[in-house]
């Protein structure tokens, strides 16, 4: 399968991946796809569907998690299918300057991250995500994404069964492939080793261009 990445630096590409013409300070950014073929990629801020209303994403948009992150999400992906299960991912690598406008729209640390300090999706170490049947149609969870309130808390136990069924085999799967859950989105996690990738402001347009050409 080939894998698709790119190094954010000047870089050239060997067998779809790009390598760097001096020393690598990051990880690449890679397409998750490329890794977990059976994800279905619903980036949120690509639509209107989100918080804001607005589009904050290019149609270009793909999910991109640093190498290393990719490949523990396509673990717990891989447990996931056990229960006939597949991931469906909502955000992952965000540019900076999109996370400036995100909080400027919703100024609380709870929910979205202070630009100044930098968000770790601005790092390719975070992923929003979901849970859909083998079909790819979402299972019940507590919220929608981007809903803000208590529902959304992962202490949060006055659901049905099934969605707090379905709320903790996702937890369990990603705590399992090395990511670390925010309590107060029960879609959000973190990689555990995210304080090792740098932040980023690359946009879309530019990995895509990038990016040798794929189907």
Request: overall charge positive.
């Amino acid at each position: 399968m080939r894998r698709v990445c790119v190094w954010l630096g000047l870089s050239f590409f060997v067998g779809g991946c790009a390598q760097s013409l001096a020393q690598p300070v990051a990880e690449p950014l890679c397409r998750v796809v490329s890794v977990i073929p059976d994800a279905v990629v619903d980036l949120r801020y690509a639509t209107a569907h989100n918080f804001t209303g607005q589009v904050l994403y290019p149609d270009v948009a793909d999910c991109y998690l640093r190498k290393s992150v990719a490949q523990k999400l396509a673990v717990a992906a891989t447990e996931l299918r056990k229960d006939g299960l597949r991931l469906v991912l909502w955000d992952c690598y965000r540019p900076l300057s999109v996370q400036k406008r995100l909080f400027e729209r919703v100024p609380d640390e709870r929910y979205v991250a202070n630009p100044k300090k930098g968000s770790r999706h601005n790092r390719g170490a975070a992923v929003d995500l979901t849970l859909a049947d083998a079909q790819g149609r979402p299972v019940s969870m507590p919220t929608a994404f981007d809903a803000f309130g208590p529902a959304a808390h992962r202490d949060f136990f006055r659901l049905p069964k099934d969605v707090l069924a379905h709320r903790a085999r996702l937890e369990q799967a990603m705590k399992q492939a090395g990511f670390l859950p925010l309590p107060t989105e029960w879609w959000h996690f973190d990689a555990a080793d995210f304080q090792h990738h740098p932040m980023a402001d690359v946009s879309f347009e530019t990995l895509r261009g990038r990016l040798p050409s794929v189907p």
